[in-house]
């Protein structure tokens, strides 16, 4: 049998199978809910715990081509910090593994430790370590550490009925860019610039998640990087619950509906399992949905409720546009089960 | 031009140059010494440090054919496992940024985790978390993150001239072995077996160089992974001091010199340019000298003295076996410049 037949998720199971783990790990590849996030977590046993991400990406199969090296660097930092913030951590700093061939550019090498600098930079941390190693593609292996007090921590597994669901941002805007640039669609140039920049240079929401953690209201939290389906249902899974969704209330870009509309693209099929949007899915206790609402306003970053925690184990739907209720498929973007 | 054209060294330095760095990062890219080490040293500004190290391996470009998925997982390990040794740090857990081509065997990849988690679990620590994804080559980049207590932590910039020059084991066997299995030489399968097993299978000097870090006289420490001549470099650039060393105080085994003998192996190359000895370089304050034997013997590891620290400034000489002080060239196993 070939991975690519096994897709991610039977990978990972490999991992869990053969894999120990020890006491100190309190989240992790062997602890109860630690399938579903994306971090490992270390108890520091002095009342914080220490946060580890790591996060590969080739140039090959994992860039648009469109994307300068600059911004490849920017991304191998970003999809670890972005890691960090769904826990709500501190970044402390980042190391990276770089695998490089040795016909690339000097100049193209010099603008992706640029683009890295500047991601970092922005979150307030810094890449101080890493190896460098010869392979056939460019392959960018980063590391993000990062401290929380273990009592703040933002996990996926504490979700309760009643719960308020919400996200950060817009959803469907990366997959929306990646569309025109793979598709080379017909946009206006405006367009083009304000879709394709969340696929090309995304943010992380870091500061608001490290102001969210302090609340004590946020039951679960965890980054949509593949597509809010497959993040709605890591939350079920994790907190043993339910999550009911709204279509018309998922918060979209006007650009994005436009260009879906227009280039008959799925709207849906990119938000719910295409993903990429570097956002936050949220549960909050009812109860600190105005304080939530404050941090959103004071970081001006929107935060949309789009449904809320049931009791329905495992039972993640919507209620769609025309009033019939859909089961969300557990499905996300898998680019072994993709591309094989 | 060409990054090939460049050497690791040169790669490095972009890095540097574009990089920025935090107070908390005592040991980095960008701190006056951390050019000099494999790892990052964060300050936790309770007493401890916390040490991250990250190594990648590709199968095309790092291991012989001859290597098994189970002894690249172990491998995967390992490389990570000796640079905090290097330091003698305990390790807390290590992360696994995976990248794996669709057609892999998934008996294969069982393998590769079997032989990581026997690797970590032989130095009482686990794999917890990572991450896997397509790429067109086997990438196995491990981050290990380990803790020791500030005033504990060896480095490389703290030798003084008098003080003694040691290394753990024996040196040569790993390059020995990868010369009989890359030349296919007609060696006994005895020789072959003990050989190719340093190469194939290497062990890292985690027990003793924890041990050490507690007497207080180690006063520089690296792991020989890049040729003895380059960390000697290190070691000496890091401590401005000079080094001298003596060919007959070189431990190697019966073994490797039978070997390069035979086949008219360059022996002094082996063990200076081509190295991968996950062997420790140590230099010793001479009142601690008989505390360290104490702990060798403990552990039934050799720790030979090769020679002294000088206060002649980035010297590093040898007195050959007939005689003559030659300079060591600061040279090390450089991928990028070899096979370019």
């Known amino acids: 049998m070939k991975i690519g037949e096994l897709g991610e998720i039977g990978i990972?199971?490999?991992?869990?199978?053969?894999?120990?783990?020890?006491?100190?790990?309190?989240?992790?590849?062997?602890?109860?809910?630690?399938?579903?996030?994306?971090t490992g977590v270390i108890d520091l046993k002095d009342g914080n715990v220490?946060?580890?991400?790591?996060?590969?990406?080739?140039?090959?199969?994992?860039?648009?081509?469109?994307?300068?090296?600059?911004?490849?660097?920017?991304?191998?930092?970003?999809?670890?910090?972005?890691?960090l913030a769904a826990m709500g951590a501190k970044p402390l700093g980042l190391v990276m593994s770089i695998g490089l061939p040795s016909d690339l550019d000097a100049?193209?090498?010099?603008?992706?430790?640029?683009?890295?600098?500047?991601?970092?930079?922005?979150?307030?941390?810094?890449?101080?370590?890493?190896?460098?190693?010869?392979?056939?593609?460019?392959?960018?292996?980063?590391?993000?550490?990062?401290?929380?007090?273990?009592?703040?921590?933002?996990t996926r597994h504490s979700a309760k009925p009643g719960d308020i669901v919400a996200v950060t941002g817009?959803?469907?805007?990366?997959?929306?860019?990646?569309?025109i640039l793979m598709q080379n669609l017909a946009v206006s140039p405006e367009i083009k610039k304000k879709l394709t920049k969340y696929t090309l240079e995304p943010?992380?929401?870091?500061?608001?998640?490290?102001?969210?953690?302090k609340i004590k209201g946020i039951t679960a939290s965890g980054d949509i990087t593949d597509g809010l389906a497959w993040e709605l249902h890591k939350v079920a899974a994790a907190s043993g619950c339910g999550i009911k969704i709204e279509e018309i209330k998922l918060p979209t870009l006007q650009e994005t509906k436009k260009v879906s509309k227009e280039f008959d693209l799925d709207l849906l099929e990119l938000i719910m399992h295409i993903g990429e949007d570097f956002e936050l899915i949220l549960t909050i206790n009812p109860k600190k949905w105005e304080k939530v609402q404050e941090i959103s306003k004071k970081n001006n970053i929107?935060?949309?409720?789009?449904?809320?925690?049931?009791?329905k184990k495992n039972e993640v739907t919507m209620l769609d546009k025309n009033g019939n209720l859909i089961n969300l498929k557990k499905k996300g973007y898998d680019q072994f089960l993709t591309r094989s």
Chains 1, 2 share one sequence.
């Open 50 to 83: 220490l946060i580890v991400t790591t996060d590969l990406i080739g140039k090959k199969t994992h860039m648009p081509p469109e994307m300068t090296p600059r911004q490849m660097g920017r991304k191998s930092v970003i999809v670890n910090i972005s890691d």
């Open 302 to 311: 929107k935060i949309s409720q789009i449904g809320h925690v049931t009791d």
């Open 107 to 154: 100049e193209d090498l010099k603008e992706i430790a640029i683009g890295m600098n500047q991601a970092a930079e922005e979150y307030e941390t810094c890449v101080f370590g890493g190896d460098t190693n010869m392979t056939d593609d460019v392959i960018l292996a980063g590391t993000a550490i990062g401290i929380i007090k273990k009592e703040d921590l933002l």
């Open 170 to 179: 817009y959803l469907g805007s990366s997959a929306a860019g990646l569309q």
């Open 203 to 213: 943010k992380a929401q870091l500061k608001i998640a490290m102001e969210l953690s």
């Open 12 to 38: 990972i199971k490999i991992f869990q199978e053969e894999f120990s783990s020890l006491p100190h790990i309190i989240l992790g590849l062997k602890t109860p809910t630690g399938i579903y996030e994306d």
